[in-house]
């Protein structure tokens, strides 16, 4: 490994490991740094005196705000997250990983359904550039991006489970493989709108330079030339954009397990909303903020995999 | 060569006076969120038992949803809602972020890093998560917290743009000059800085207007909203929940708000063509971005 390597690998994970410090302490901080007492938000304004006391040393709301923020960032580093309010014996950590597999699945589902349809159509695209493919391509990646997942997901529903019966409905076990589709479908949507767009402009561009042409004059065969030489090159701006597009993926999931009626974290954030248990609140918040920092750093750490110049610099 | 400049300028005058599809939409927006609740037939939360779930009729143009209230109604006064919100959260996300990110680009140095620290760690909460995180909190979410919620997470876009700007213009003649002349750092900032960097905050503030939006709808959705008589998203919600028998108040709400959104889109598109002539050059402006 080259020094030069192992500085930015360094460097990254320490900005990595300070952001994820800024995410505890902000989402600390919240609960102090919202106008209005917590506890009329979870109690009510109509509770007796000594719920609203039990609550607040339960809370932790009566020492002073270091004594919290310790006792808080406990919690996170032995990694129980603490306790949820309603179900008072139940760890976070112990909540949030009972559902959790729900969620990855959910989520790796949908990457890759998106970047199983936005590859082939985005290459298909720049190769027959400004063909009826391109056209097709560009016009299902403008509707992509502008229909939203709430409406998406209603939409598919109706077609692919209400009138074609093809797939499960809502609320059926959501165990089975082929329940994980549609609402793939729907979260995987704007990703795959995006990724085509920019897979196309990417290979147009890559395909334009002067190693493509002299592959070609070497008379490399059109299909190597494409992915060995093109879409190689290709990839760096298309795993920047879908970096850029993990966090609406994540965001999605909750939109989706509401949907389709599926376990999961986003359902378990929904449902601590509504009981004001703001432990769990929090805990789902860390969780998703913490993956979404991580899988930036490993596309990151990917780029020096993808393209050896990454390194160098 | 008279008649060509002639012919040029009525093209050109013709292409302002018909404007692009998705700057329509935005202006139909406007006039709804304006006039709306004025020209709704009907309060957003009268009920007609009689007729739940019509099918439209001359009665109600737009059928009717959940103990019969009027679906056209119910649009025209969540036009008012979402824009209150749209305005409410981009406005103070375009002020707060401009003035953070126009601060941190041009003195750079320990408040650079404070603010793009900062911004790094609201980033790491993807979409509408810490919108949601925030509303759990407040005893009952209204348009002022659901506003607050949104720019929560808002401004860092807009702080990320202006501080490009602002290392750029940092570094211009026009802003030395000052600098020499005695100007201050207020000043500078306000009178050199900021309107040299309104351009691009202004295509993306149309966009983002798109946006907030779909937030609104999203969080109303969820059933986080403002938990007013009248959202788009609360009556996508209930369509949805009565999909299966009566599909027609899901699909009105969901285009409702698909076409509203893309409308902000393309208007962005359309702003930024017109705002920035280096990206008229690229054939698809799309591929520029």
Same mark, same amino acid.
């Given at each position: ?58 809370? &932790? ?14 919690? @996170? ?67 992509? @991006? ?29 165990? &089975? ?84 009626? &599926? ?35 490993? @596309? ?14 | ?29 406007? +006039? ?11 309060? /957003? ?10 099918? /439209? ?46 601060? +941190? ?17 609201? *980033? ?39 501080? +490009? ?29 900021? /309107? ?7 295509? *993306?503030?149309? +966009? ?29 919600? *209930? ?51």
């Amino acid at each position: 490994m080259s020094r030069g390597l192992t500085r930015y690998l360094l460097l990254r994970l320490a900005r990595a490991a300070a952001t994820v410090w800024g995410v505890v302490t902000l989402v600390f901080l919240l609960v102090h740094l919202i106008p209005g007492d917590p506890l009329d938000a979870i109690l009510g304004d109509q509770a007796a005196p000594e719920d609203r006391a039990a609550l607040r040393s339960a809370l &932790r709301l009566d020492r002073p705000l270091p004594a919290q923020y310790l006792a808080f960032a406990a919690d @996170v580093l032995d990694g129980s997250l603490g306790h949820s309010f309603r179900q008072r014996d139940r760890e976070v950590a112990s909540l949030v990983v009972d559902v959790l597999p729900y969620t990855a699945a959910l989520a790796l589902c949908s990457l890759c359904v998106a970047l199983a349809l936005s590859l082939p159509l985005g290459v298909l695209a720049a190769v027959r550039h400004r063909s009826a493919w391109d056209k097709g391509a560009s016009l299902l990646a403008l509707l992509g @991006v502008a229909i939203p997942n709430i409406w998406l997901g209603p939409l598919l529903v109706l077609t692919f489970a209400v009138q074609l019966r093809l797939l499960p409905l809502p609320g059926d076990d959501a165990s &089975r493989p082929l329940a994980l589709l549609l609402p793939a479908l729907t979260v995987g949507a704007a990703l795959t709108a995006v990724l085509t767009r920019q897979t196309r402009a990417a290979v147009i561009e890559v395909l334009s330079e002067q190693y493509i042409l002299a592959a070609r004059a070497r008379g490399v065969p059109p299909f190597a030339l494409l992915f060995r030489h093109a879409l190689r090159n290709a990839l760096l701006p298309i795993m920047t954009v879908a970096a850029a597009q993990l966090g609406g993926l994540l965001s999605g999931t909750v939109i989706a397990e509401k949907i389709f009626e &599926r376990p999961g974290v986003g359902s378990l954030f929904l449902e601590a909303f509504f009981d004001r248990d703001i432990p769990v609140v929090q805990g789902c918040v860390m969780l998703v903020a913490v993956s979404y920092v991580l899988l930036n750093l490993l @596309v990151d750490l990917l780029y020096g995999v993808v393209d050896p110049r990454v390194r160098l610099s | 060569m008279k008649r060509s400049a002639l012919l040029q300028v009525l093209q050109r005058g013709r292409r302002f006076a018909v404007p692009p599809p998705g700057v329509c939409v935005v202006l139909v927006f406007c +006039a709804l969120g304006l006039l709306g609740p004025a020209l709704a037939p009907y309060a /957003p939360a009268a009920i007609d038992l009689r007729a739940e779930y019509a099918l /439209p009729t001359a009665l109600h143009w737009l059928g009717t949803a959940d103990n019969g209230v009027d679906v056209l109604s119910v649009l025209l006064h969540g036009a008012r809602l979402a824009g209150e919100v749209a305005l409410g959260s981009v406005g103070l996300s375009v002020l707060v972020g401009t003035a953070l990110g126009a601060l +941190a680009g041009y003195r750079g140095g320990r408040t650079d890093y404070v603010v793009s620290g900062f911004a790094d760690v609201v *980033q790491a909460f993807p979409g509408i998560v810490l919108n949601v995180a925030i509303l759990a909190l407040v005893a009952r979410p209204g348009v002022l917290h659901v506003v607050l919620a949104l720019s929560a997470s808002g401004w860092v876009l807009f702080a990320r743009i202006a501080r +490009a700007q602002a290392m750029l213009l940092r570094e211009t003649e026009f802003v030395a000059a000052a600098r020499l002349l005695g100007a201050s750092q207020a000043h500078i900032l306000l009178r050199h800085v900021a /309107p040299n960097m309104l351009g691009p905050i202004v295509v *993306q503030g149309t +966009a983002a207007l798109g946006g907030a939006v779909l937030a609104e709808s999203t969080l109303s959705f969820l059933g986080l909203g403002p938990g007013a008589a009248a959202s788009w998203g609360a009556l996508l919600d *209930q369509g949805s929940a009565v999909l299966l028998r009566f599909p027609h108040v899901a699909l009105i709400a969901g285009s409702t708000i698909a076409i509203t959104v893309l409308g902000f889109n393309l208007a962005g598109d359309y702003a930024r063509d017109r705002l920035d002539p280096r990206s008229r050059q690229h054939a698809d402006p799309r591929v520029a971005s």
